[in-house]
């Protein structure tokens, strides 16, 4: 089968396209601009920035299924005036232009990589797949609303539509917080997050490949909304401590008041970062492992260990 990757350059788009190639898909990836592209990619087709007005046309021919990954990330010091217009153009907007073109240029699955910030943020029970949506912010809001439209899309068109919805994903070449992490424990930095007894879900991006390659092949994605994790939750003072012992460099960690740090944080207008270091999302990935018989292929510990190696090693 052909298979069109959106986000083709991007730290989860680079990893899924070299692994539908082994598997013996035809792999094309779309890229903003010619200079994005990577030696070893696949087949690429430059479609520029997505919007309500891209042209897909010469992207989607004779393709199968889509992978729709690119989209407008979340921005940690947001410098926009209306940050919800531009989250709404490229996610929301943008994602429907590409799957009405996908229609019309008979593609048979949509598989949409959205964000378990749709269900909300900071809740001490799971996530499953039956909650109702409370996006909190204009990224998840956003994504939510490409959710909808795409249901709306597909209804009675002959093309199946499978929904991944996923926590912060790590791995090798991983960015921003999770690489901020591993450099404060390798550098030997304190860390006041002792006493942070919180409960989070990651993704390796190993899994979250397999997961996605699962979707492509599986008769029975089509029509799901998936929640995908690595099936086990650690506190942030885990997490860390678990990086330490596979960096050989133990984590230096010590205990301030959770809620001290919080307002601490929030004066400095990083809630955002608080809510990350110190609130608890967990997910509930039963629903794809029962509907397709999937398993995460790599421990935590696994996923760790290679990115950490590949950290190391750069």
């Known amino acids: 089968m052909t298979v069109l990757v959106t986000g083709a350059n991007g730290f989860i788009g680079n990893a899924l396209c070299q692994v539908l190639v082994e598997k013996g898909y035809t792999v094309i990836g779309a890229l903003r601009k010619q200079s994005y592209q ?36 979340h921005v940690m010091k947001e410098r926009a005036t209306k940050p919800l217009d531009l989250y709404r153009e490229v996610n929301a907007k ?8 996908a229609v019309k240029a008979g593609v048979k699955r949509f598989i949409f990589a959205s964000s378990i910030k749709v269900l909300g943020e900071e ?5 499953t797949h039956k909650d109702k949506a409370k996006p909190a912010d204009d990224y998840a809001l956003s994504k939510w609303e490409a959710e909808q439209g795409l249901q709306q899309i597909v209804l009675n068109q002959g093309m199946d539509l499978v929904i991944l919805r996923f926590p912060l994903v790590y791995g090798q070449g991983v960015k921003a917080n999770f690489l901020r992490l591993m450099q404060w424990v390798d550098k030997g930095i304190p860390l006041p997050l002792k006493a942070v007894n919180n409960a989070r879900s990651l993704l390796y991006l190993g899994n979250l490949v397999d ?25 942030t003072a885990e997490l860390i401590q678990h990086i330490g012992h596979h960096m050989q460099s133990p984590a230096r960690l010590f205990s301030i008041s959770p ?56």
């Open 123 to 127: 809740r001490d029970t799971p996530y």
């Open 38 to 73: 990577k030696k070893q990619s696949p087949t690429f087709v430059v479609v520029g920035d997505i919007s309500h007005q891209t042209d897909w046309t010469h992207a989607l021919a004779n393709v199968d299924i889509v992978i729709h990954l690119a989209a407008r990330v």
């Open 211 to 235: 997961a996605i390659h699962f979707c492509c092949q599986h008769p029975k994605a089509g029509g799901n909304i998936f929640l995908i994790s690595d099936g086990e939750d650690f506190s």
């Open 259 to 314: 809620k001290l740090l919080n307002r601490g944080l929030a004066l400095l207008g990083r809630r955002a970062e608080a809510r990350r270091l110190l609130g608890s999302l967990i997910v509930d990935n039963h629903s794809i492992c029962a509907t397709l018989n999937w398993h995460p292929p790599y421990s935590l510990a696994e996923g760790l260990a290679n990115t950490i190696a590949d950290y190391k090693n750069t």
């Open 94 to 101: 943008g994602t429907l232009n590409l799957a009405k073109q």
